[in-house]
């Protein structure tokens, strides 16, 4: 099964407006944490938000914020205010505490993201 | 800028041949990540080393090797190369091993083999 589900293939936005980039995750670890990366068409990834699965607050950091339901095992990731430079690859990313030492990520196929002028 | 480097950016080679590719994790990180983005995998996760020790093998094929040195930096040994291990070769570091513990990446090497 599928750990980390994004069904956005594409998303276009028109600037200075709001998009949400969906997410979800499966997991039967009580502690995991929950990332988003960036990779514009130059390449590399860029590390944008983290929530761990005990925080109770929404993460949040400048115009991103993850929008996290715990129950609904979603972590979506809202920009606000969209930019020209955020048209990017996004990637929803997990990591779980599990047993033994394995602490990588595993990656969704993640979401194309356009901004239109 | 994340702070790990990498090098080279881009490697071609051909099939058959054998490659290194170098990190340099962020100053004061021990763990560092490879991982492998191909069009057809996604991102994958290769293996993972700490403070010089292996401590977690993903997807990692047996003609892959990896090391990490004293200093901390990584090298990634990929051997009888294949076309289809044409792809963007990462590798993160962080501080540690667990939450909240996020990975930086770095710029990534393009490996095209012919």
């Known amino acids: 099964a599928q750990k980390i589900t994004q069904t956005q293939p594409g998303m276009f936005v028109q600037e200075k407006e709001a998009v949400t980039l969906d997410c979800t995750y499966d997991t039967s670890d009580p502690s995991y944490g929950l990332f988003w990366y960036k990779q514009p068409s130059s390449g590399e990834m860029i590390f944008l938000i983290y929530q761990g699965s005990y925080d109770q607050q929404n993460a949040t950091e400048g115009r991103y914020s993850l929008n996290f339901q715990k129950a609904r095992k979603s972590a979506n990731l809202v920009i606000s205010a969209s930019q020209l430079g955020d048209s990017a690859m996004y990637f929803c990313a997990m990591r779980e505490a599990g047993s033994g030492s394995a602490r990588q990520l595993t990656f969704g196929s993640g979401t194309q993201l356009t901004v239109l002028p | 800028d994340s702070g790990v480097t990498q090098t080279p950016k881009h490697l071609i080679t051909a099939t058959g041949q054998r490659v290194t590719l170098r990190c340099s994790p962020r100053?004061?990180?021990?763990?560092v990540y490879w991982y492998q983005q191909s069009l057809d995998q996604g991102l994958q996760f290769l293996i993972q080393y700490y403070n010089g020790e292996e401590r977690a093998k993903g997807n990692i094929l047996e003609r892959f090797s990896a090391q990490q040195f004293p200093d901390l930096h990584s090298e990634l040994n990929l051997s009888s190369l294949e076309l289809g291990d044409s792809a963007l070769y990462f590798c993160?570091?962080?501080?540690?091993?667990?939450?909240?513990?996020?990975?930086?990446f770095g710029p990534g090497t393009r490996l095209t083999v012919t």
């Open positions: 100053s004061g990180d021990l763990s």
């Open positions: 993160a570091s962080s501080r540690g091993q667990g939450s909240p513990y996020e990975q930086y």
